[in-house]
């Protein structure tokens, strides 16, 4: 056997399915694909294994994810897409086949077919879509804590707050409320807490407030509220049982990286939250992808990153799969990286000496190859080429494989504003999802209940002032009494099943 077959029997072992699988691309050896039987393949069943797709710019990550994607979809596995860029919309609709993808498919001996998927678009500001909302109580105190980085003090304070909210029925819905509640606690309502609470400092609750204000300068009220977003609605299929694309549009979030990091931070503890535990499946329930996932881990803190590893971790059980899409892969923290099942590395450009030592660091970490010197192949890769391995069917990493990626099946090019206008009018998601409602919640009945007391308080004023006119009627007539009107009755509002799911939220099943 030549080096070729050998090259060849070895990929075909390495990379055999019994189950279902999709195939990244075909096997090259010395720059050529094998063509033939020499496929890449990952079994649908570790998936949820997580993964990471990296190169430098303009090697090809973006058309991988797609290409990823596509396929899942076809396989029914339904794929949530984190879209900074903005050019993930073309998978909505047929590609053009062109020559150059003509001749890329016969090379890795694939056939091509243009075909669009179901898509839903997605926003968490102030992009067209589905907007993607959640409040501030499903939060928690602990996760909030984490986000903004508060001390255990400071925390503690927030926990109380949480605590007062729901004992009193009162809904935490936006940043207003939460506001409102953390003026109220040490202001109009301090005596009240300090019996039932304890005392709450004021130092601590402007601590509180003035990172609420950094997170609202980032946008964030526009994702905290309601209403708020039920998972169940991404793990969504189309009536051919192909797995919806949903397309989260991040365009305008690059200079947002705490929002951006919330929000992923939420939702990954809401899934984790809401799905039930489901050991081995043969596919995953939902893959999630992150491109630009440096914008999570950029300006986290160190307990977010923990919050971030640990979520990573344990979500796999639930059948939720999470894949990082990066230029470095030392973008992503070493403890997350390590948990990477899937790996998609396109070419590294060595400019600089950090450069090098990056590639150093990537050929290192991985499965050593008879048939390749990784660091050299690392930054000889062709666009649309990459090394990759996977987890084969027993959870053991397939031999390393140089792959010429598939070109994508959808349009390679980004929807025009009226292709866009027109998926959101006919989705379903959006209609449910982009009422404002701002209900009765913290707000407006702690204001009801300040003006309350203000009341009572003038006509216990009032009457004390009457008291005295009468023992001294002399000086009656002085007296005027203002009364203000208005005043809404405190009504509990708890008609939304996603309220308050515990006083801790999500986060107390994940972290104690
Ligand atoms: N699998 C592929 N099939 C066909 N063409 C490809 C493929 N991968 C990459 N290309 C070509 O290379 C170009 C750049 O790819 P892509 O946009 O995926 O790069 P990128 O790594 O995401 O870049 P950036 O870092 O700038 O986001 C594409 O526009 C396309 O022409
Ligand atoms: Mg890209």
């Known amino acids: 056997m030549d080096r070729k077959e050998s090259f060849a029997a070895h990929i075909k072992s390495g990379y055999a399915c019994k189950g279902d699988s999709i195939i990244i691309g075909g096997a090259m050896l010395d720059g050529v694909p094998l063509g033939g039987e020499a496929l890449v393949r990952v079994p649908l069943k570790t998936m949820n294994r997580h993964g990471l797709i990296a190169g430098a710019t303009g090697t090809g990550k973006t058309k991988t994810l797609q290409v990823v994607s596509e396929q899942l979809s076809e396989k029914g596995v339904p794929v949530l897409l984190m879209d900074v860029k903005g050019d993930l919309s073309g998978l909505a609709k047929p590609g053009e086949e062109k020559p150059f993808i003509t001749e890329r498919m016969a090379k890795i001996g694939l056939p091509f077919e243009s075909k669009g998927y179901p898509v839903e678009l997605m926003s968490i500001s102030r992009q067209n ?17 984490r986000i903004l980085d508060l001390n255990d003090t400071q925390g503690g304070v927030l926990s ?29 309502g301090k005596a009240e807490i300090e019996k039932e609470y304890g005392k709450i400092s004021a130092t601590s609750t402007g601590v509180i407030l003035r990172k609420l204000l ?11 509220g309601e209403e708020s977003f039920d998972i169940a609605d991404l793990m969504r299929k189309d009536k051919d049982g192909r797995g919806y694309v949903n397309i989260l549009r991040l365009t305008d979030i690059q200079d947002k990286p705490k929002l951006f990091s919330t929000f992923m931070l939420c939702l990954l503890a809401e899934v984790y939250g809401e799905m039930p535990e489901r050991g081995d499946l043969d596919k995953p329930e939902l893959v999630i992808f992150i491109d630009e996932a440096h914008l999570i881990f950029k300006e986290a803190s160190k307990t977010l990153l923990t919050q971030i590893e640990t979520i990573v971790k344990l979500i796999r059980s639930k059948g939720i799969g999470v894949f990082f899409v990066t230029q470095n892969p030392m973008d992503v923290p070493k403890e997350v990286l390590s948990q990477l099942g899937l790996k998609i590395q396109h070419a590294l450009r060595a400019f600089t000496a950090v450069d090098r030592q990056a590639i150093k660091l990537t050929a290192e970490n991985f499965p050593i190859s008879d048939f390749y010197k990784t660091d050299e192949v690392l930054t000889s890769l062709g666009t649309g080429e990459a090394l990759v391995t996977a987890l084969n ?10 792959t010429m990626v598939r070109a994508p099946q959808s349009r390679m090019d980004i929807l025009s504003p009226e292709e866009i206008d027109s998926i959101n009018r006919s989705s379903n998601l959006v209609s449910k999802y982009n009422q404002v409602i701002d209900r009765e919640s913290a707000y407006e009945m702690l204001n009801a209940k300040i003006e309350k007391a203000g009341r009572l308080a003038e006509e216990e004023a009032a009457r004390k002032q009457q008291e005295a ?5 002399e000086r009656a007539g002085r007296t005027t009494t203002r009364r203000r009107t208005g005043v809404h009755p405190v009504v509990k509002v708890l008609t939304s099943a996603t309220f308050i799911r515990g006083v801790f939220g999500v986060m107390n099943k994940v972290i104690k």
């Open 469 to 473: 006119a009468r023992r001294q009627p």
């Open 214 to 224: 950094e997170l609202e300068q980032q946008d964030a009220d526009l994702f905290f």
């Open 393 to 402: 069917e027993k959870g053991i990493p397939t031999p390393l494989a140089v």
């Open 160 to 188: 109380v707050v949480f605590k007062y909210c729901d004992d009193h029925q009162m809904p935490l819905l936006d940043l207003k409320d939460l506001k409102k509640v953390l003026q109220y606690v040490t202001e109009e």
């Open 129 to 145: 879509g589905v907007r993607l909302r959640a409040t501030i109580s499903e939060f928690g105190p602990v996760l909030l804590s």
